[in-house]
């Protein structure tokens, strides 16, 4: 022992130190002995990791593939793309890398970034004037005879000049730029019958209801759902909508179910050689049966038979239907006699509201919950809905009657017609519209032509688009422009919907929007 000591006073390990070392000996081994007789799973864990660190290392490129530049989150919507940001965009992914040498542990983290949600425009009052035109050339060429468009208008906006119709008639246009929804074979021809889809009705993948009929079920939904819903609503005003009735029932007015449509004008085609064809179609409830009557004017004026001919049509529906049209025109000898057709409207008189001009009350989402019966009015209301900005709705849309809406549907006593009688319209409305406070304020209006229903070419046919025109005019939008890019109805409910943040319906989804191109002024710091 003292042999030791020497030995350690040799090291210059002094009894004390000695001590120390001894008892830190006596520590260790108890505590081996303990955790070998206690340990916890996680313990075990702790100490195999201990042992055997790991090490990951991620081996960076030498040189990182450039990456895209990354949009705004605060852009508008494009107006020239099939997507717009009025749907939510892709989730971005944001890659962080730290590093310090190659031999240093390197760390990459990845953020994901949510979805960018619609960003609404400066505009909360959009109205739309609907109205029709045989051809861009009869509203905005330089023989147009609308010379309020044309002189006073077409200056204050952006002229959309590839605008076209889907067919040629009106009714499609008008459901499209509310609902998104494609024409059919009823609607193609101005659902002359109120027909009710079948029950089994139900929209497809597209958010289309395919199939006949002209009322919608109830699944099916419209801007004016999307506004109820969203935001202000909307209020549609019909000229001479209900005029013959009390003033507490002039509202959403349209036929009863399955039943003829008696406000649908006849579809007038001009023909090679100035003979002129009316054809009058309507289709049966019970059945599939379409009567059409049809009258030819040789180069004349009016439907006329000649002197001593006698002119039969009959038209049967088939086993299970409800009707049998019979139409019978004879003429005695040594005169003419004017064609008329059975359930033919008669020429329109004071009251030429036509249910085809007010696609809102087409829809059961609108007429089951009311929505239709207030908000669906005549337009001798629309100057006192206008007068409070904070009381006009989103969507003010205004239509006029047959005498007044651009085409030649026979008005007696009512000048001017056509193109002029639609200019007259336009003149006097419009006024109400641009003089409101909402518009004034921040608000848009369109002027949209769908396809006339008199001297369309004879071989136009129904679903063969036409070349109207429309005008966007706003303080937002660039006075004097044009812009060249093709828009449809489809379009006009897109642009809507863009306008208010809204999920585009139906075929809007896939639509062009002008929401951008036309409005520059109102996404600039929108929000």
Known sequence: MMRQLRRLREVGLTRTGFGVVIAGSLLATVLVIATALGRTAA???????????????????????????????????????????????????????????????????????????????????????????????????????????????RPKGDLLSAYETL????????????????????????????????????????????????????????????????????KGYFEDMGSALPTDQQSCQHPNSNAVDTTTAPVTATTP???????????????????TVTTTTPGGDAATTPGGDTTTVTTTTPAGGDTTATVTTTTPAGGDTTTTPADTPAPVTEDDYATSQNPFVYFHSLLDLGDCQSDDLPLTKLTSGLRSAPRTPNLVYIAPGLCDDGSDTPCPGVTPSGSAGADAFLKRWARVVLSSPAYR????????????????????????????????????????????AQYTPYSVLRSIEDLFALTPLAHAKSATSFATSALPGAWAKAG
């Open 441 to 484: 304020k921040n608000g848009v209006l369109i002027i949209v032509f769908a396809p006339s229903r008199t001297k369309l070419p004879a071989h136009a046919s129904r679903d063969r688009p036409i070349r109207t025109g429309a005008l966007v005019i706003s303080r937002y939008a660039k006075a004097g422009s044009t812009s060249s």
């Open 167 to 234: 067919g040629e008639t009106a009714l499609p246009d008008y459901l499209a730029m509310i609902s998104g929804q494609a024409p059919n074979r009823d609607t193609e021809r101005d659902c002359t019958t109120y027909a009710e889809f079948p029950a089994s009705a139900a929209p497809n993948k597209a958010g289309e209801v395919p199939g006949r009929g002209c009322v919608y079920p109830s699944t099916i939904l419209t801007i004016g759902d999307q506004l109820d819903a969203a935001a202000t609503g909307w």
């Open 273 to 291: 050689g100035g003979d002129t064809t009316t054809t009058v179609t309507a289709t049966t409830p019970g059945g599939d049966t379409t009567t």
């Open 43 to 153: 313990q075990t864990q702790a100490l195999a990791l201990l042992r055997h660190p790991r090490v990951e290392r991620v081996v960076l490129p030498r040189r990182p593939a450039a990456s895209a530049p990354v949009a705004s989150s605060d852009a508008a919507p494009s107006s020239d793309a099939a997507a717009s940001t009025s749907t939510a965009s892709p989730s971005s992914t944001t890659t962080t890398t730290a590093a310090t040498t190659e031999d240093t542990v390197t760390s990459t983290s990845t953020t994901t970034t949510p979805a960018s949600t619609p960003v609404p425009s400066k505009v909360k009052h959009v109205f739309v004037i609907a109205l029709t035109t045989p051809s861009y050339r009869a509203a905005f060429g330089t023989d147009s005879t609308m010379h309020y468009l044309d002189h006073a208008l």
